[in-house]
Each structure stands twice: as C-alpha cells, then as structure tokens.
C-alpha cells in the first residue's frame, strides 16, 4: 500500500464548477497535509495547508481534514482554465518526519 | 536569497559519470530536502537534513546517492557512475520548522545519456 495515494486522473471539470480532488494515506500518526499545484514544467507549488480536522478556506480553495478516515481533500470552486495542472498530496508525520507525495492528481477545467 | 536556489538548472552527462547537484535553501531554514520526480509521477523522497545530519536517508535508491549539508545550510546531492535510470528532475525544498510547509526550488533536469 502506498503511503499516499491519489486518483491520477485526468479530472475533468468544466470553467466555473467545483472540482473535487481527494487522497488518502497510510500513516495514522500524521500530522501536516498539504496541497500542491505543479504546472507542467515546473517545480510544486504550495496552495494549502491543514492541520486539524475540519475545512480550512482560502479563496476558492477549501481543504477538508478527516483524520479518523486518513482521508484529506481539496475542493476549487468557481474553477477556471488556469487552475488546469497536477495537484500533488503531501503528508508529514509528527515530529522530524519527512514530506511524503502521492502521484498528483491532473485537474483540466474545460473552458 | 528570496527562494530556494539550485544549480545547474539542467546538466547533461554521460553514463558513468559522476555529477553534483547543489540546493541553497531559503535563509535560516533548518529541514532541507531532496527528491527525484520522474514524468507523470509524484516527487519520490530522497533524504532530509535537519540542520547538518540526515534526519532520514531512507529514499536514496542504493550506495552511489550520497547527500552532504556540512554547515547546515547548502546541500550537495552526488550521484557516481550515473545510470540513465537516473535521469530525473531533482528537487530540493526547504522548512523553516516542524510543522510548516516545504518550499521549492526550480529543479535540476538531470539527462544521462
């Protein structure tokens, strides 16, 4: 079983509807969840982070925690075209514990 | 300096070479880390210092991946006898504690050829 994982996608979505990006992982004792955008191209991209259960907002990003589950989300609302890119999961356990990637998901908002 | 820095931003060698990968982190950030991201994949751990020593060198794929960080804040990833395996982008990151984000550099493309 994969540390994180995530659908790989594509997701489509068309401009303006809410897309829906969810991932799971292994380790219970996890600590940190974060949520990076990656271009093709480029290097990731940080868009949020969350800590404890519930939903953090900013924007049109909403993260959503459910650590009973070990499952962690990310919804865009009102997606536009320049949202198009790979959302790649990121979890930390507590303590000196090293990042760990799932493999992206790849989001294309279809104008 | 304002972000991660890391250099060259592509090297070409040849297989059986030895190659130096050099990350600057962000000023006064303690973690540092480096991963290997392949097209289509995540980035996969390599290791990560916190401060001078490897917290954790448990992703570095077999015995000619070695990484230093000597005063704690550059870090150097060396690579022997490259194999086009290899070939990848590698990533440094950098933190400035426990529990807050990574942040980025721009990326080595690495090409054996």
């Known amino acids: 079983q994969k540390e994180v994982e995530q659908n790989s996608g594509p997701l489509s979505v068309p401009e303006g509807a809410i897309a829906s990006l969810n991932c799971t992982y292994s380790d219970r004792v996890s600590q940190s969840f974060f949520w990076y955008r990656q271009y093709s191209g480029k290097s990731p991209e940080l868009i949020m982070s969350i800590y404890s259960n519930g939903d953090k907002e900013d924007g049109r990003f909403t993260a959503q925690l459910n650590k009973a589950s070990q499952y962690v989300s990310l919804l865009i609302r009102d997606s536009q075209p320049s949202d198009s890119a790979t959302y790649l999961c990121?979890?930390?356990?507590?303590?000196?514990?090293?990042?760990?990637f799932g493999t992206g998901t790849k989001l294309q908002v279809i104008p | 300096g304002a972000g991660v820095s890391q250099t060259p931003s592509n090297k070409v060698t040849e297989k059986g070479k030895y190659v130096e990968l050099r990350c600057d982190p962000i000023?006064?950030?303690?973690?540092l880390y480096w991963y290997r991201q392949s097209l289509g994949q995540g980035p996969e751990f390599l290791i990560y210092?916190?401060?001078?020593?490897?917290?954790?060198d448990s992703g570095l794929p077999n015995d000619r991946f070695f990484a230093v960080r000597p005063e704690g804040s550059v870090s150097t990833l060396k690579i022997q006898r490259t194999e086009r395996g290899d070939s990848a982008v590698y990533l440094c990151a950098s933190q400035d504690s426990m529990n807050t984000e990574a942040f980025f550099g721009q990326g080595t493309r690495l090409t054996v050829v």
């Open positions: 210092f916190q401060g001078t020593g490897a917290a954790d």
């Open positions: 000023s006064g950030h303690t973690a």
């Open positions: 990121a979890v930390r356990g507590g303590g000196y514990q090293k990042v760990t």
